[in-house]
């Protein structure tokens, strides 16, 4: 197939929807555009000539009889996983956006879509593949691995080794007034030299639609080194705003759940709690369980106070952006006490991260910080252990 492919001159265009009038409006819209376009309203025809020919962009219905267009992208990314997928959908709603974004889509457009939107969509699709085809050449000419063939195998392999190589270390979140450690965070690490940082392992699990699964295993090893930790020792997990959605988080019999008067869990600050309409109501959940929640990353994401205030964290953990120098930075010292002094009014505890020097230490302190987590206090590790005071 690589041989098919050309940079430039026109590109193959595949258009899918069960209402002939939209598969007109789509087919009209592209048509001066030179592209070679294939107009089809049966998804199942779609599926068939998908794996037979060669498109640079898909456009497709999303509420279509038999094979929506959700499934129809996750057939797509069986093989292929950077064809862009633009999804268009007269009933927009979160749930099909969020499949969406788990599946890759390119673009989730909302009905009426503008001829001149879909045009420019549909071109940069094409650049982007383009460009990814160029990249997996450059690839094969400098390594011989094909990356087209194996592409997606060879990811799911990585992934799953990367997966069963997985484990957490723990690193530990001090009292500095009874010099005491209050909890440890549970950091996911992977002796996997392809995977080995846990973004990367996400990044992953993401392009693959495999994120759920990578959730149950962490939670599952959380659970597991529970009774190693010392008697009484909060644990702190970080999880993704996806594993929110998945039953598994709710079960009262899960192995984490016996637990979970320990267990707090961390939400980003950077990732954006509106993509999810019931976060919040399933945050509730999750403290009925008897779970904590805390904000991770305060300070470096976007999400205003009134998001802050709805979740309504047990835990703010302060960004190391907002803790790295603090001591040689009045602005920063400023910020961080007027933080501690409303979440204390708030009864919200306060963790700042990322503590690396004394003197970061004693500002933090002098701001009226308690709990403090960073390597000057240690390092993440395997072996959950004490702390240096
Ligand atoms: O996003 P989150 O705050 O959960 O990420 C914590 C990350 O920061 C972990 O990967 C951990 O290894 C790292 N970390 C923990 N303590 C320190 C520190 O004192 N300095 C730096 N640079 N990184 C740290
Ligand atoms: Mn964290």
């Known amino acids: 197939m690589a041989d098919e492919w050309e940079a430039t001159g026109p590109a193959s265009v595949l258009l899918i929807d069960d209402d002939p009038t939209a598969l007109e409006f789509l087919r009209d819209a592209l048509a001066a555009t030179g592209h070679r376009i294939e107009a089809v309203s049966e998804s199942a025809r779609a599926a068939t000539l998908i794996e037979s020919k060669r498109f640079d962009v898909i456009v497709s219905d999303i509420a279509m009889p038999g094979l929506d267009g959700l499934e129809l992208l996750r057939r797509v990314r069986q093989t292929d996983l950077d064809l862009p997928v633009v999804l268009v959908t007269g009933s927009p709603s979160a749930e099909t ?11 989730y457009l909302t009905k009426p879509v503008s001829v001149a939107e879909l045009r420019r969509v549909v071109d940069y699709g094409i650049t982007l593949y383009r460009m990814a085809w160029a990249k997996r050449e450059a690839l094969r000419m400098a390594t011989g691995i094909d990356g ?11 992934f ?21 450690v209050y909890g440890y965070e549970a950091l996911a690490r992977s002796d996997d030299p392809s995977l080995g940082s846990p973004l990367a392992l996400i990044e992953t699990a993401e392009s693959l639609g495999r994120l759920v699964a990578l959730g149950r295993h962490l939670r599952s090893l959380v659970a597991a080194a529970i009774p190693t930790l010392p008697p009484g020792a909060n644990v702190f997990m970080n999880i ?28 980003t600050e950077r990732a954006s709690l509106e993509a999810s309409p019931d976060a919040l109501a399933r945050l509730m959940a999750l403290k009925n369980l008897g779970y904590r929640i805390a904000i991770d990353d ?29 001591d040689r930075d009045a602005r920063k010292q400023k910020v961080i006490r007027a933080m501690t ?19 970061e230490r004693d500002a933090l302190v002098e701001a009226g910080c308690e709990l403090l987590q960073g390597y000057l206090f240690g390092r993440p590790q395997r072996t959950p252990g004490a702390a240096t005071f």
């Open 97 to 107: 956006a969020i499949r969406a974004m788990e599946f890759g889509a390119y673009r």
């Open 148 to 158: 087209i063939a194996g592409q997606r195998t060879a990811l799911e392999l990585t």
């Open 240 to 267: 993704h705003p996806r594993d929110l959605e998945d039953a598994d988080l709710y079960d009262p019999q899960s192995p984490l759940a016996k637990s979970a008067d320990r267990i707090v869990i961390e939400l």
């Open 298 to 326: 305060v300070g470096a994401g976007h999400a205003g106070l009134a998001t802050f205030a709805r979740i309504d964290p047990d835990v703010a953990k302060i960004d190391m952006g907002l803790v790295r120098g603090i």
């Open 341 to 359: 002094g409303l979440c204390k009014e708030l009864k919200v505890l306060v963790i700042p991260e990322g503590v690396e020097t004394a003197a």
């Open 160 to 180: 799953e080794r990367a997966l069963a190589t997985t484990w957490m270390a723990f690193q530990p979140i001090v009292n500095w007034s009874t010099k005491e």
